[in-house]
């Protein structure tokens, strides 16, 4: 045995004396955190939808489509030019009417991570406008201006 490790001696174990080192073993990290430790300075950031995918998504569905037109003309043996004129018209029509503006949470699978993204950044704007909140708005904001009153409240008490 090497390194003063395992058995004296594998006899009569019924082992062969084979020694592995614990793979399962959880080594304690460095103590520094990557992440920082006070929660009131960290904002809620909304994760901003990547407009390529989003465009790529909306040009694929309008793909799958046109090829289901596509093998469907194939089966009825129309001519070729007659399927390519078909699926160009169609391609056209679905590109006009599926206008990236149009964006509903509803129908929409958790996979679709940047189409969820947009609906939620849709349906917070909605509500904002809606409750009359302005663009600018910092969460909080309310409590440091009361905060500051009552000070100016307590100098003026003081000064009197």
Do not use: C
């Amino acid at each position: 045995m090497s390194s003063n490790v395992g058995l004296s001696t594998p006899r009569g174990s019924g082992t062969s004396g084979y020694v592995q080192r614990n793979l399962s073993h959880l080594r304690p990290r460095d103590n520094a955190a990557p992440y920082p430790k006070d929660f009131d300075t960290i904002k809620h950031r909304q994760r901003q939808p990547d407009k390529e995918i989003l465009e790529h998504d909306r040009k694929r569905e309008v793909e799958v489509k046109v090829f289901e037109l596509r093998d469907r003309l194939e089966d009825e043996d129309v001519d070729e030019d007659e399927i390519e004129e078909q699926t160009s018209a169609l391609r056209r029509k679905l590109l006009a009417e599926n206008s990236p503006d149009k964006t509903s949470a509803r129908g929409l699978k958790s996979h679709q991570v940047h189409e969820l993204a947009k609906a939620k950044i849709e349906e917070s704007e909605k509500l904002r406008k809606a409750l009359g909140i302005s663009s600018d708005y910092e969460e909080g904001s309310h409590w440091r201006k009361q905060e500051e009153r009552l000070r100016e409240a307590n100098l003026e008490r003081e000064r009197e």
